[in-house]
């Protein structure tokens, strides 16, 4: 493929600029993105940008034009390969500092690109990282490793930003070095240490509506890769029906999933699986989950703001009245882990 002179020369320029100090190739949200505090960064529109530090919103100082912003999000969509358009209204990305890229436009908004950036500040950290931060204790630490060498399917629930994804790759990066892992995510996000890891992620369709790659097309797939440990980023929708087969089949793993409890989101895992049609019953999903699910851990932002393990619950096989029996080990009140504490 032929590149024109110009082009090659705006390659030139954004190369030289991404190696030196200033290292300014996203503007004045460069030192947003730097910014070690913080969390998540939103733009409502080019004179309305926040961020979140703590669990908390603040409105910045930055105020930008239209063409300054559409200046960033070309160099954005430019290096992540993916379209947005009339046909196409939403984007999920990655950045290539691991950073998770979320974009919606005009006229699904109502005026402005809406763009979130969530940033991964504790990508990378294992379970002994996660508790020198005080996600939980050493107890605690040494209670999630003992699940995973034990191979436990493991469901980890919480809000958006509540820590769900860091904390399942900690999980994933205990599993034994002799075990084969393969992750299936809508972005990549997962980075687990394990020697032996396949990761896969989705596609969309073409302009022609063809092409498209479910996460549910994945799952099946991975069931032909001989893994040793299946792990699903997120479950949202019919995609669940097929994670509770694969985990039925002897296959351990884990996934995330939001909800506001525990409890909730058992309750949760009842339901998705019946999007996958209506020949699926409760009758089917709820001994279903009570078989698949061993244990559900649920993260989210404690009395200060700060990202913690707040329940940890073993799912027992009992179901009566399709309420699937599920016992609190450790949960956080107070301001301390109690055990057996239920909410």
């Known amino acids: ?37 913080i969390e998540e960064i939103w733009i409502n529109s080019p004179q309305r940008i926040f961020v979140a530090r703590k669990g908390k919103s603040e409105l910045t ?73 005080g996600v939980f204790d050493e107890e605690l630490r040494s209670y999630l490793e003992h699940l995973i060498q034990s191979r436990k399917n493991i469901l980890v629930s919480g809000s958006t930003q509540a820590g769900k994804t860091t904390l399942l790759n900690a999980l994933a990066s205990t599993v034994p070095i002799s075990e084969r892992v393969i992750t299936i995510e809508e972005v990549f996000e997962l980075k687990p240490r394990v020697p032996d890891c396949v990761a896969m992620q989705t596609r969309s369709a073409s302009l022609d509506g063809v092409g498209e790659v479910s996460i549910r097309r994945l799952i099946k797939e991975a069931l032909r890769m001989r893994p040793s440990r299946l792990i699903i980023g997120e479950i949202r929708e019919a995609e669940s029906l097929d994670l509770l087969i694969a985990l039925n089949s002897g296959i351990p793993g884990m996934a995330t999933i939001h909800a506001n409890s525990a409890r909730e989101a058992i309750r949760k895992l009842q339901v998705l699986p019946m999007l996958a049609g209506e020949n699926i019953t409760q009758d089917f ?59």
């Open 61 to 133: 100082n930055i105020v930008l034009t239209a063409a300054q912003l559409q200046a960033i999000m070309d160099r954005i969509l430019m290096w992540c390969g993916r379209r947005i358009d009339l046909a196409h209204p939403f984007l999920d990305a990655r950045l290539p500092d691991g950073s998770r890229l979320h974009i919606t436009i005009p006229q699904i908004t109502a005026e402005h690109w809406a763009i979130n950036i969530r940033k991964h500040l504790m990508r990378g950290k294992n379970l002994t990282g996660l508790m020198e931060l």
């Open 1 to 37: 493929m032929n590149i024109s002179p110009s082009l090659k020369r705006v390659a030139a320029v954004e190369m030289d600029s991404s190696t030196s100090k200033s290292n300014s190739q996203y503007g004045a949200l460069q030192p947003l993105l730097d910014d070690a505090e």
């Open 285 to 343: 999903i709820t001994p279903t989950v009570a078989s698949a699910i061993d244990y559900v851990i649920h993260v989210g932002l404690d009395e200060n703001g700060d990202r913690r393990l707040l329940q940890l619950c073993k799912v027992n096989s009992r179901v009566e009245n399709f309420n699937i029996e599920i016992e609190y080990v450790y949960s956080w009140e107070q301001g301390k882990y109690r055990k057996g504490i239920a909410r």
